[in-house]
Structures are given as C-alpha cells and as structure tokens.
C-alpha cells in the first residue's frame, strides 16, 4: 500500500484533455471504455499497483462497471488500435472501465492526486457530451438518443455514488484522524458538481422527504414481482430509462396516448429495447379519458400496490411535485381491466 502511494507522488502528472481522452477511449461490447493501463497513467499508479486498488474493492465494480478483455476483444483491440497501451509481458488480459466504473473509482481511490484527475477526467467527458449536443445537427440522430440514454443513466448512478458517500462519512467519522487521505463526502460532492450542474438535479417529494426523482422511480419498480403497469399520457425517453434495471421477468405496459410536444418515437423505444433486452416493455392507449398518472404494480395479486404521481416521470422533478402511495387500491381494479382492453399505442417515426 505504501508502494502505491510513493508511486502516484513521484509520477509525472497527465493532463486529462478532450485530445488525450478521445485518444485513450475505445468501443468495446456497445461502451466506451478506458483500459486499466491508461488509468493507471492518470492517477500515477503502475498497473498492477492500480488493479491491486480494485481487487481490494471488486465488490463495487459490476460487469456494467468494469470488465475483462476476453481474447478476441484483446485480439482485435491491438488489430484495430496498435498504439493501445496493452503490455506483451502480462498473464492477464487488461481490464477496462465504463464511465460509471470512473465514478466508483473516486470512492477507491485516494489522495490529493486522485482526487484532482478524478475532477479532470468528470469535467471533460462533460466538455465532450457538450461540444456532442451542441452540434447535433452533424451526427445522426440516433448517437444523439444513444448518448441521451447514457447521460440519464450517468445521474442517476452519481446520484447513488453521492448517497453511498454520504453513509460512507457517517461510518468514518470516529476515525477520522486515521483516515486523512480518504476523499471525503464534500470532496466526492464536488466532483459530482462538476459533471451534474444544480440545474440538472430533480428532485421530488417521496415518503416524507425531498429525494432523487430518478432514484424514486427506480426504487418503486424494483418493488414489482409480476407486472408493472405505468398510466400516464406524456411519455418520453426517461421515461424508458427509469425502467432498465427493472426485475427480470416483470412484465411492464406503458399506458399512454403519448400527447405533448416532445413525444416518445419509435426510434427511441427501438434503441432502448435493443440496449436492455430483457426489459419485457409493452405499450397501450389509454383511450383519451386519464388525466392522473399512476403506477401499478403486482396487478391482480395479493402483492398489489398503487402509487399516485404528481407529475409524468419523463418531468418529474422539474416542478415541486410528489408520489404517494394509495392503499384503497380495490377501486382501480375496474380502471386497470379497461386499460387492458384498449388496442397497442403505435408510435411516429
């Protein structure tokens, strides 16, 4: 450990740029993922001593985080980029991660250094996202959703990074005099800051308290064990997103009319269907006659609930606003039987 640390100080330190970011980012399984070497580079670790700072904290880092190179990724990896920094002399296949595997690495990784890349590295994938949606119009409109569903699954993921460090400085701070080089919540905060602006942030009322628009809806799906049944007129790519990490098997159908200016297309529903498979999603009228919107999960069960919104989930939060649960649920029974009948919702092009 203390090898580590006197290697990160004696390294040269490398300016994160948008040149150098975009050199060192590859696509690989549909992600754009930097390869452990390279990041080692950046926090001023050797490689081994960088994957050992991992190994210690694997729990953190899922497939959709960080993943091993199999052989023919690695094949057609030096085929296709033959300065990619991958060493001949290693057992191991190298290691790559997601931008969601960056943002665990902040709360792995310590010291001064760490904590000056980690904001480096947050502020110019944010200058690369922006430089991408301002010049929309010289790409195709399908990067555009795709980079529309990553950016919604980067906040919510800084959202869940900001809370775990939050519990994080609670357990830390009997011992804090031990443990000075951690980043702590308000270091960690401030890097967050700096890919997620104040404007970003949506928030709602949810069991007596301000929280996370996009965490609440997540939390209220994850709750289903048969069927999730969303009513709402005004729908839209968020709306989508906030389904993806749904329980596998659930059957979801999406009630709407999807009236409003920016209305879902096909094309997202097409994109998203393809990014998460097993994500059993399933549209219908709602007949023009609903103007509340409500989650209902576990239809028909004696695990039924109910849940009133405030406002669509593609805006929550942009309003004050709240979602409370509804326990009389007996008297949807006959307003989720018609919903049921009514033809599939086709969407535009």
Known sequence: MAEDKKKEIDVTVIEVTEEYLKEKLYKIRGKRVLLDADLAEIYGYDTKGFNRQVKNNIEKFDEDFMFELTDEELE???YKNCTANISSKSRYNPH???????????????????????????RTFKKMKDYILENRDLIGQREILQLSMETANNRIEINKINSDMISLEKQISDVA??????????????????????????????????????????????????SIYVVDNYIG?????????????????????????????????????????TVNLSMKKTGGIFH?????????????RVFLCGASSKDAGAR?????????????????ATLLKNPTLILPQ
Not at 320 to 336: F, M
């Open 76 to 78: 057609d990896l030096r």
């Open 96 to 122: 790559v991660f997601t931008e969601q595997g960056l943002y665990m690495l902040m709360t792995v990784l310590k010291g001064p250094l760490a904590v000056k890349q980690s904001k480096a590295l947050i």
């Open 177 to 226: 005099e031990g443990l000075k080089d951690v980043v702590t919540k308000s270091e960690l905060a401030d890097m967050m800051n700096s890919f997620v602006s104040d404007d970003d942030e949506k928030w709602l009322m949810f069991n007596a308290k301000f929280s996370s628009a996009d965490e609440v809806y997540e939390t209220i799906y994850k709750q289903a064990k048969s």
């Open 237 to 277: 790519l968020r709306t989508l997103v906030h389904l993806k990490n749904s329980p596998a098997g659930v059957a979801i159908i999406l009630f709407s009319d999807n009236v409003g200016n920016n209305k879902l297309h096909n094309i997202e529903f097409t994109d998203f269907c393809k990014e998460y498979p």
């Open 292 to 304: 509340d919107r409500f989650i209902v999960l576990d239809y028909g069960t004696a695990d039924e």
């Open 320 to 336: 004050i606003t709240s979602i409370v649960e509804d326990y009389g649920i007996s008297k949807y029974a006959p307003v989720i």
